[in-house]
Each structure stands twice: as structure tokens, then as C-alpha cells.
């Protein structure tokens, strides 16, 4: 092979080019650092595969629109399960195996409260997207960080809604649990600000049995209040719900109020646990739709569809998009931190002969701590911006679970109160409910108990005089149809009572016509007890008053006679004088 011959000073010129090209590129590895970071899932959970999908999502967006950045992070992903120590355990292995600078997680209020004491211990942020418990004081626990919002700025919206429809009682059904019991002190003490009493608090063990669940429904079906404001967990829901509709407690006249621990994951129920939340009202966070969350839909299914192809991935809820959102804040803050190369740990004074004294304590804990509670940007959920520790949001979105989805009835903020658009302007109107049991009637929230039983009303079937009880059979569905002056006057007073009693009316009649019982006979049914009231055009009489009490009369009938008269009093002018 003939070769052209090179002049020396162009082929020093070439090898100091190779040589600078070389370097830049290793200075340019070299410059990509990893930062360690531990992510805590619950995968035994209907949404532990889409968190870990959403981290993953996340990093590979940002660090595409980010691709000059120093640094890059490593998450490390632990399962926590659903028990607090698995969590404890998994954080423990975390700080102790990988010396990790952040730990995302964990998935619930209990273990949270876990995790964080150990961040409170190593000086290393936890941050979790979907611990939401009041009881997560930042007081307490200065390493702990929420992007997600607080479980007490939704009380507002929910006293909203009890005060618009006029209810005077309501009874909180919640999870035995940290996170059940945050918010409770707060929706009592707001209930009681509109005079809404809260004659009795029903709790569940996280764990009940089904025969557990059943006898706490029955006691509340024995109780005249009809108003429940649910708070728990879903996967608690779910069956808390499905029993309900097993005891017929999702019928008309029961009033279902659920927070956003189950109404921000609505669009993934599946269709046997929706059917049993007909005429739910939910309260949740609003998320406007936008080009992102689009496209990270999309993205996230995909993903979903790799993993396993058997499966129709649901709609992503806010706590995904609140993952996302993490990932970013933490990437942004671990770029500014400008962290050394080897996490730099000191040892804790004190004693070290457990696993929890060995820790130590991270020194640029406290810096990275700093800058993600400073990160401010637009991410997928909305503005992201950290105050006294947690998220912050404002604007409410109120829904009827309705076939299977939802409706949205409008919105609520503490700046305008219910607004019915998205310009959140003041609106004193929600779009119309359909209640459980398919109802349209607003609830009166309040009841007799009367264990399945309405309370029968007794109408005369009588010739004559059909404007004060007239009564008439549907030829088709052979239904008893019974109207007249008498039956509105009984509706009326039946629906001014500030509770809701149920009752059906009992033509006494011989076969399909007239009776043969005189009214004397159809009042002293009453007193036989045959039915519990008799509505009619019945005269007061002394004999009758010894058996049944009657109400004032609200109409004069009689006998009378009208007949002409002659003035002949005097038109005369003098008459005055």
C-alpha cells in the first residue's frame, strides 16, 4: 500500500488533535457522576408498577432535555410491601449498603413516620409522593418532605359540600391507621364551625375481615344519620364498599362522601368495585389535562404493555404524575448541590453496636435538603413549589361516580368556594347528583331506622267525593296509584320533616272496589295496628279520639245552606244624621 508522506509538523498537528479529542471525551465521562438514590415501592399494591415506571419515565425525560448535566442519578429500588418494618428495612439497607443521598418514598403515612426518623437520624431527605397523614408534622421530622398535598387542605371542600346540601349530621369512617386518623381532629372541628354534628366517628382496623366490616355497617344502619365521610386507604375501600352494597346501604337516602385517597384513583377501579360506588361524591385535587400529562400517558402505558402485554394498563392517577414531578426536583437539586464523588459520611457519637448507630450522619445532607425545598418549576402535575415542607394546592375537583366513571360537578376553592368552570369564578350551584340508588331527591341526610320496614299508611276507597282521596290501579304494572287534596296534604308535611321517613300507602278496599268498612272501622285499624296511619277525609269525632290521635283539621266540610237576602236597611241621606 502506497501511503502519501506527511509533513512532521501536520502530524504532530494530528496527534495533539487526537489527543485533545481523547481528553475532552474523558474528562467529559468523568464529568457524569452518579448520585445514588433510593426509591421505596409497595409492589403488592394495585400502583407499585406504575411508580416504578413513572421514576423511570422521569429520569429518561429529564436527562434527554438535560444532556450537558454533571451529574446523573442512580435509583435503587426497594420493595417496602405494605408492613412498616419491611420499609424500615429496605430505607436501613438503603443508607447502609448503598449510602444513598435520597430516598424517594415510602407509599403510606405509617411508614413514612418510620422512614423518616431514620432521615431525621443520617441527615438524608426523604421525600414521598403519596404520604399525605397531618400527623407528618414538619416540626418533627425536618428531613421529611411531601410532594404531594396535605390530607387537611382538603376539609375544606368536604364541609363545603355538607353545608351546600343542609345536612346537620355526619358521621367520619376511616382507617385505624396514622393516615386515617390525621385528618380526623380537623373535619370534626370543620364540621362543627357550620353546626354540623358528628353524633358518632366509625373506625376500621386496616386490616378487618369482612365479618368486621359487616358488623360496623350494621351499627351504622341502626343510627338515624345517613351522612358518611370515607377515609381510608383503596384497597380498604374497595371492600368497606362492595359490603355496603351487600347490606343495601348504597340505596336511596344514604349519603357517600369519600376523600381523595380513593377519588384520585377513580379512572383505575375496576368495573365489580365501581359498581358498588353508585352515587359516591369524591373530593381530589385538580390536574388540568395538558400536552405532558398526554404524552406521559402514553409513555407510561407503553412501558406498562412491555412489562406485561396481558394487561390493559389504567389511566395514570396524580400520585404518578406527583412521581414524576419527584424525580425532576431531586435531579434539578442534585445538579445545583454540586455533591463530591463519594457521599461523605461521619460516624455518630454515641453507640454504635446496632445497625442504627453504625448509620452515621451524611454531611451534604443538609445542603441537598436545602435546594429541593427551593426547586421551583412547571412540572407535569402543575407548579412545583414546596411550602413548610409539602405541596401545596387549592383548587378541589368535586365528582359523582356515575356508571363506570365519573362525573364532574364542579369545583371548589378556599378563595371563591364552589366555582362550576375552570375560570373559578364563584358559582353557589353544583351540576345536578344522581344519589345512590339512582335518586335524584337530595337526601335529607337523616332517618328512622326501620330495618327495611316503610311505614304503611292506610286511604279509604270510597264512592264519591274524589278530590280528597282518589285512588286508581296502573292496568299495566298493577300499580296502586293514590292522589287527591288529602295524600299532597300528607306528601307535604312528610317532606318538611328535617329527616327522611319512608312510607307507602295501603288502599283498603274489598277486591278491586269499594269497602264495605264504615270510617270508624278504617280509624280503628290504627289502634288494632293493620297499618300505622290512616289519611283521608276523616271527621274528628269524640268515639274515634278514644283510640287514635288525630292531627289539627286542615279543612271545614258540613251541611250548609245558602239562601238570598233582603237589605232593608234605609239609603235615605238622613239616615247618617
Not at 425525560?61 to 451529574?71: E, H, I, Q, V
Not at 444513598?100 to 418510620?114: E, H, L
Not at 414538619?138 to 351546600?164: C, E, Y
Request: proline letters at 5%; charged letters at 20%.
Amino acid at each position: 500500500m502506497l501511503m502519501k508522506k506527511m509533513p512532521c509538523t501536520n502530524l504532530y498537528q494530528y496527534l495533539s488533535l487526537c489527543f485533545i479529542i481523547l481528553t475532552c471525551q474523558v474528562v467529559l465521562i468523568k464529568a457524569q457522576r452518579t448520585i445514588d438514590v433510593g426509591s421505596l415501592l409497595d409492589f403488592t399494591s394495585p400502583r407499585g408498577r406504575e411508580g416504578q415506571a413513572s421514576i423511570s419515565i422521569a429520569l429518561e425525560d429529564f436527562y434527554a432535555l438535560n444532556a450537558n448535566y454533571s451529574t446523573r442519578l442512580a435509583v435503587h429500588v426497594r420493595d417496602c410491601k405494605q408492613d412498616d418494618i419491611s420499609a424500615a428495612s429496605a430505607a436501613i439497607d438503603l443508607l447502609k449498603n448503598i449510602r444513598v443521598q435520597a430516598i424517594i418514598g415510602p407509599r403510606t403515612s405509617t411508614q413514612a413516620k418510620f422512614v423518616s426518623d431514620l432521615g431525621n437520624q443520617t441527615h438524608i431527605p426523604i421525600i414521598s409522593y403519596s404520604a399525605t397523614s397531618p400527623t407528618l408534622s414538619s416540626d418533627h421530622t425536618p428531613f421529611f418532605l411531601r410532594t404531594t398535598v396535605n390530607d387537611s387542605s382538603q376539609v375544606g371542600a368536604i364541609t363545603a359540600i355538607v353545608s351546600h346540601f343542609g345536612w346537620h349530621e355526619a358521621v367520619p369512617v376511616y382507617e385505624d391507621s396514622d393516615f386515617g386518623m390525621g385528618m380526623i381532629p380537623y373535619l370534626v372541628d370543620s364540621l362543627q364551625e357550620i353546626n354540623t354534628q358528628v353524633p358518632y366517628r366509625s373506625v376500621i382496623h386496616s386490616y378487618a375481615t369482612d365479618e368486621q366490616i359487616n358488623l360496623e355497617l350494621l351499627k351504622l344502619k341502626s343510627m338515624p344519620t345517613r351522612v358518611f365521610i370515607v377515609h381510608m386507604m383503596y384497597d380498604l375501600a374497595t371492600r368497606f364498599f362492595s359490603k355496603a352494597s351487600e347490606n343495601d346501604m348504597m340505596s336511596a337516602g344514604y349519603v357517600w362522601i369519600i376523600t381523595d385517597s380513593v377519588a384520585n384513583v377513580i379512572d383505575s377501579i375496576g368495573p365489580l368495585t365501581i359498581s358498588s360506588m353508585q352515587g359516591v361524591i369524591g373530593v381530589r385535587p385538580y390536574i388540568q389535562s395538558t400536552k405532558k400529562i398526554v404524552d406521559f400517558t402514553s409513555s407510561l402505558k407503553s412501558r406498562l404493555r412491555q412489562e406485561n402485554p396481558n394487561i390493559d394498563p389504567p389511566e395514570p392517577t396524580v400520585y404518578e404524575l406527583w412521581a414524576y414531578d419527584t424525580v425532576w426536583a431531586v435531579a434539578m437539586a442534585v445538579e445545583n448541590a454540586q455533591l463530591p464523588d463519594e457521599n461523605e459520611w461521619v460516624s455518630q457519637i454515641g453507640d454504635n453496636s446496632n445497625d442504627l448507630g453504625r448509620l452515621g450522619v451524611c454531611k451534604t445532607g443538609t445542603k441537598l435538603l436545602n435546594l429541593i425545598l427551593n426547586t421551583t418549576f412547571d412540572g407535569i402535575a402543575g407548579k412545583f413549589h414546596l411550602v413548610d415542607r409539602q405541596l401545596q394546592s387549592s383548587n378541589f375537583e368535586i365528582v359523582n361516580v356515575i356508571g363506570k366513571s365519573y362525573q364532574q360537578l364542579g369545583f371548589w376553592t378556599p378563595q371563591v368556594g364552589f366555582a362550576s368552570t375552570l375560570t373559578f369564578t364563584a358559582s353557589s350551584v353544583l351540576k345536578p347528583v344522581i344519589w345512590p340508588g339512582h335518586s335524584t331527591a337530595t337526601p335529607k341526610g337523616w332517618q328512622i331506622p326501620t330495618a327495611g320496614k316503610n311505614l304503611r299508611v292506610g286511604v279509604p276507597v270510597k264512592d264519591g267525593f274524589q278530590q280528597f282521596v282518589k285512588i286508581e290501579r296502573n292496568k299495566v304494572t298493577n300499580q296502586t296509584i293514590v292522589t287527591g287534596y288529602c295524600i299532597d296534604m300528607f306528601d307535604a308535611v312528610m317532606q318538611s320533616l328535617p329527616y327522611y321517613v319512608p312510607y307507602e300507602y295501603v288502599a283498603l278496599e274489598d277486591g278491586d272496589g269499594p269497602s264495605n268498612l264504615t270510617y270508624t272501622q278504617m280509624v280503628e285499624g290504627v289502634y288494632l295496628k293493620k297499618y300505622d296511619a290512616f289519611v283521608g277525609d276523616t271527621t274528628i269525632i269524640a268515639n274515634r279520639s278514644l283510640f287514635v290521635d288525630f292531627t289539627l283539621p286542615y279543612t271545614d266540610t258540613g251541611v250548609q245552606m245558602v239562601v238570598p237576602i233582603r237589605d232593608k236597611r234605609s239609603t235615605s241621606m238622613w239616615i247618617f244624621l
